[in-house]
């Protein structure tokens, strides 16, 4: 007779174990990452509206080389909304689907002058309205220009919060709200930008540096096996 495997235990905790692990993991990030930001480039809200939209699936880096020349040839909302399609895909097209994402800004563009008066809306009802405009957008509008709680779901937060047994849902928006009942409002943005730079140095997709992780004690590593695990410290 075949042997089988024992399957591994589901991982459960009580809401109680859930808020307190919650708050040191905050904790620990915020020692490791005192400064989190986004690392896009932007001196306005209408900036930070376009380099966010430009950075879906695209790194912050490119972004970063691509909006001074963008800013430069188009520098106020009123020239995005008028300039030619075509000018604006092509100095945009190194960031990757610059069709859709040209029709996004001037999109954008345009119902931020018909609708808001020329400013970018403060609020997630209205910004969720704008051509391109999602929650991870929003989110970062509200936490890094307009000074409001703003939780940004992106691939590496759902990555970590999974692995960090904070949610079992895998749809954006639900565990921004899960994440969002674990940690007080003021934590919301800082929280999710220092997971991101977390997913980035140490816990990686494919080989989370196990070994290297100050979040280890507090962390059930859900889905990570022994095999793909970095566990050397360093």
């Given at each position: 007779m075949a042997s089988h495997k024992p399957r591994p235990r589901p991982w459960r905790e009580s809401q109680r174990s859930r808020l307190a692990r919650s708050a040191r993991l905050a904790a620990t990030l915020a020692q490791l990452y005192p400064e989190a930001r986004i690392s896009l480039d932007f001196a306005t809200p209408w900036q930070?509206?376009?380099a966010t939209i430009l950075s879906a699936q695209c790194t912050d880096e490119r972004v970063n080389r691509t909006t001074p020349e963008?800013?430069?040839r188009l520098p106020e909302i009123s020239a995005m909304a008028s300039a030619p399609l075509q000018e604006i895909q092509r100095?945009?097209?190194?960031?990757g689907f610059f069709r859709q994402k040209s029709k996004a800004l001037q999109g954008a563009a345009?119902?931020?002058?018909?609708r808001f008066g020329g400013k970018v809306p403060r609020r997630m009802e209205e910004l969720l309205t704008l051509p391109g405009?999602?929650?991870?957008?929003?989110n970062v509008l509200l936490g890094h220009v307009f000074s409001q709680p703003g939780l940004v779901v992106d691939t590496h937060v759902r990555r970590l919060s999974s692995r960090l047994g904070l949610t079992r849902k895998r749809d954006a928006d639900t565990i921004e709200l899960e994440l969002q009942s674990l940690l007080p409002p003021g934590d919301?943005?800082?929280f999710s930008m220092r997971l991101i730079l977390h997913g980035r140095r140490v816990c990686h997709a494919r080989a989370p540096r196990c070994g290297?992780?100050?979040l280890r004690p507090d962390c059930p590593r859900i889905g990570v096996s022994t095999s793909t695990a970095v566990l050397e410290q360093g």
């Open positions: 930070c509206l376009v963008l800013f430069r100095l945009i097209q190194s960031t345009r119902t931020i002058l018909e405009v999602g929650r991870k957008t929003a919301w943005t800082p290297a992780c100050l």
